[in-house]
């Protein structure tokens, strides 16, 4: 199964933006990268999604790198609300990694 | 997004004791729904893909005849944690989506947390 690989946790300060990186270097050419993100003791929630090209949508924007080994999910202007576990998985694979822990300071 | 639904929410029942747990997809049809468990300050695991009208998919070490999987409906999924054991207390949390391709978006019930004495 393809897997990803993020960062264990990241900071950011309140208001400013927050680039979450995500490797996927065993990526298929027919793979979506998908993002969602859980806060504690709730069920993910979805983020965004690609396949190719950059997407933005209220919540985010996914930049995936030409060779698609690797992307980006990008929150413009992180607030409180945004500190979660930000997961990116290949919805083929349905296996969800450890995750990146968001933590965002006032 | 679309909604999906657990019930319970949260379940505390004595070891030796069946529960049962409901997934529904309150505004689409799902033929297909997958079952999570996560253990604290754990990512989730996949433990069976639930199919409509046909036996669910189970992942490797999953046990089939405790993890009990029906699929009823295009709106229903239940698991029923047989002969339940302390070390089964977990948070249960199931998805569903419109399709299985790789496009589709899943969406996320909240989750039942289990707890077994």
């Known amino acids: 199964d393809a897997k990803t690989t993020q960062p264990n946790s990241m900071e950011s300060n309140e208001e400013e933006p927050v680039h979450l990186p995500c490797n996927h270097s065993t990526i298929s050419g027919t793979d979506y990268i998908h993002w969602y993100r859980q806060l504690p003791s709730q069920g993910p929630e979805y983020v965004i999604h690609g396949l190719t090209s950059n997407v933005n949508n209220r919540m985010a924007s996914l930049a995936i790198a030409e060779d698609r080994k690797s992307s980006t999910l990008i929150l413009h202007r992180a607030t409180l609300r945004d500190a979660a576990v930000y997961y990116c998985i290949l919805r083929a694979a349905l296996v969800f990694g450890a995750g990146t822990i968001l933590r965002v300071k006032s | 997004g679309a909604v999906v639904s657990q019930h319970p929410s949260r379940v505390i029942c004595k070891s030796g004791t069946s529960v049962k747990i409901e997934c529904r997809s309150l505004d689409f049809q799902a033929t297909t729904m997958f079952w999570y468990r996560q253990f604290p300050k754990k990512s989730l695991m996949l433990m069976a893909t639930?199919?409509?009208?046909?036996?669910?998919?189970?992942e490797q070490g999953v046990e089939k005849d405790k993890f009990l999987i029906n699929h009823a409906s295009l709106t229903l999924s239940t698991l029923t944690v047989t002969s339940a054991h302390p070390e089964d207390s977990s948070f249960y949390i199931c998805s569903a989506g419109q399709g299985t391709s790789s496009t589709d978006t899943q969406y996320f019930g909240p989750g039942t947390r289990l707890t077994v004495l």
């Open positions: 639930s199919n409509e009208g046909s036996k669910a998919t189970y």
